[in-house]
């Protein structure tokens, strides 16, 4: 079930948009803010709420690279992996990343903190290597700000 | 918030009230915010888009359309309401520019997107901003919220009577495909971005149905400053059919990489060498990918070269979206290949066969020869793949994949070639589980 929170946050996004199918994206993020994810359940509460089939839902939601259809930590790290990242020593973040939190991309760590992903260009390229947390871009990266940068996430 | 750059050969028009506060509307306003549309107002559609004809102004998403002329085709006359689109999916890597124009001056594309309104009959504009930048919508939302609150969008606009302009923003949620105009307007409809197939062109059936105008963030933030200083003279800034001035993201081994704003035509060795510092560490430079990933490469004697349009053309590449990125001698072009065509096979929509599949066997065709595999057949064979997807495909993602591929080996045979020579790397694989991640 979707929280009354969750319910109100649509509601109001829907006044600014001409349909409810155009809300398809921004409701699923929505979600996703809450829980992290978007499962089963929720594309269920989504499909009713939009009047859209469960179907049309998925397929959106696996066409963005953003929505995730899998349980995630309680932070998500996405490392960028485009070239000017890449030329820029984007492999030596990457390493360096999943090895003090001891995962890999596309995994979580065992104590829930983190979910590693890849991510394509984050528009960062003359502030590289780039990677983003929550939502939050950080630039010009070397180990040492990594470091630093991963403590502040508990 | 990234430092700014900047550098005496700059032409600040665009870039003028970056690192100001222009964020804030009563800043904007001291700094002739809100100006050119009242003049758009007061003159009129035909005046804007002849003012646009006239300043040679060029879509700066990459394809270099001429925006008066695009602004022209809307249809006068219209059923269905009409639309302007703001394209800020700025997907392209080595693509920087955009989200700079939306966190310093966000009322700049807001002011372009009424001015664009004006000229084409629209009363709604939409500002989509991709879901990696929607830490730059609050900037954006309360930019809209000041403007609403101002009068100067909503009904009776600046205090004029049946002039109406309403502006909605909206975030995708990672898709470079997102940023052709045709599935630009899919992912705004809320469905998955897959191109359409034109005819019709947006300019007569688009979003919703309705005639629409999509321009390019950086397009749109330009009009503004070509109504205020005219058309004429923002031409005479740029190059021989290239008006004006544009972003330039440099980025990848110089010393002083960053976002400048540089006449259109200008030098791409002095924006190397000179703007941007150079270089990092005096190594030496190989090769660059002048206008961002798709952009066939330059060796290192052949950039003294104007940016524009026209010369990038004659020069056998593209200026496309202006990110310059600049490789030293240590980078591997036969990896850099693969790495570029890794991201488009990874974003490539799967709608249309030549695209999805040929994308997925140059990745496989690169991997198996970086990974020092590679048979005599292969550069052969990514050629003639490369060269079978040209053209034949929905959308110009198939084109953005093959372009560069084909300039990799077309100016580093050799380095491809030495890879067939019992070539063994020691750098891990790159393999499909990075890649499976990724859809996580």
């Known amino acids: 079930m979707l929280t009354a929170e969750e319910r109100r946050e649509i509601e109001i996004k829907l006044a600014d948009y001409p349909n409810k199918q155009a809300m398809s994206i921004e409701s699923m993020l929505i979600v996703q803010r809450h829980r992290g994810w978007v499962s089963d359940e929720s594309l269920g509460d989504l499909s009713e709420l939009l009047g859209l089939s469960v179907a049309d839902l998925d397929g959106v939601a696996t066409f963005y690279n953003l929505i995730r259809r899998r349980p995630v930590g309680r932070h998500v790290a996405m490392v960028c992996d485009s070239v000017s990242c890449w030329i820029m020593g984007g492999e030596r973040i990457r390493d360096r990343l999943c090895s003090r939190l001891d995962t890999t991309l596309g995994e979580t760590t065992a104590d829930g903190r983190f979910t590693l992903l890849p991510i394509v260009c984050l528009g960062a390229c003359d502030h590289a290597p780039a990677m983003m947390i929550d939502g939050k871009l950080y630039e010009d990266l070397d180990e040492q700000r990594l470091d630093e940068v991963v403590a502040r996430y508990k | ?440």
């Open chain 2, 1 to 440: 918030m990234p430092t700014l750059v900047s550098h005496p050969d700059e032409v600040k028009i665009i870039s003028r009230r970056f690192g100001a506060g222009a964020a804030d509307i009563e800043k904007y306003l001291e700094l002739d915010g809100y100006k050119a549309v009242q003049m758009a107002i007061e003159k009129g559609a035909e005046w804007v888009i002849n003012e646009m004809k006239i300043s040679g102004l060029r879509g700066r998403g990459g394809a270099g359309f001429p925006t008066g002329l695009k602004w022209s085709f809307v249809p006068k006359q219209s059923e269905k309401p009409k639309y302007v689109l703001v394209n800020g999916d700025e997907s392209e890597p080595g693509t920087c520019k955009d989200h700079v124009i939306f966190l310093h001056d966000p009322h700049s594309v807001i002011e372009g997107t009424m001015i664009a309104g004006l000229a084409i009959g629209a009363k709604m504009g939409f500002i989509y901003l991709r879901g990696e930048y929607r830490y730059l919508l609050k900037v954006v939302e309360k930019a809209v919220a000041d403007a609403y609150a101002k009068g100067f969008l909503g009904k009776n606009i600046f205090g004029k009577e049946g002039v109406d302009f309403d502006i909605v923003t909206q975030t995708g949620a990672g898709a470079y495909e997102v940023g052709e105009e045709s599935a630009l307007m899919e992912s705004l409809e809320g469905k998955r971005g897959v191109p359409r197939i034109k005819p019709p062109f947006p300019a007569v059936v688009g979003l919703y149905g309705g005639p629409t105008v999509i321009n390019n963030a950086e397009t749109i933030a330009s009009a503004p400053h070509i109504l205020l200083m005219g058309g004429e003279a923002y031409a005479k800034v740029g190059s021989e059919r290239n008006g004006g001035t544009r972003l330039f993201g440099i980025s990848g081994h110089v010393e002083r990489p960053g976002v400048y704003e540089l006449p259109m035509g200008y030098n791409l060795k002095k924006a190397i060498y000179e703007v941007a510092g150079g270089v990092k560490g005096g190594r030496k430079l190989k090769a660059v990918v002048p206008g961002g990933s798709s952009c066939p490469v330059l060796k290192a004697d052949e950039l003294d070269v104007g940016l524009d349009f026209d010369q990038m053309g004659k020069a056998g590449t593209m200026l496309g979206s202006g990110g310059i990125v600049v490789l030293d001698e240590t980078v591997s072009i036969v990896e850099f290949a693969l790495r570029t065509i890794k991201f488009y096979q990874h974003e490539s929509c799967g709608w249309c066969i030549p695209c999805r599949e040929g994308t997925d066997w140059l990745k496989k065709t690169l991997t198996r020869f970086y990974n020092g595999y590679g048979n005599k057949k292969d550069i052969a064979n990514i050629q003639y793949l490369a060269e079978n997807m040209m053209g034949r495909t929905f959308c110009p993602l198939g084109d953005a994949a093959a372009m560069p591929t084909l300039g990799f080996i077309k100016k580093f045979r050799e380095e491809f070639e030495e890879y067939l020579e019992g070539h063994r790397t020691e750098k891990a694989l790159i393999t499909t589980e990075e890649m499976i991640g990724a859809a996580h």
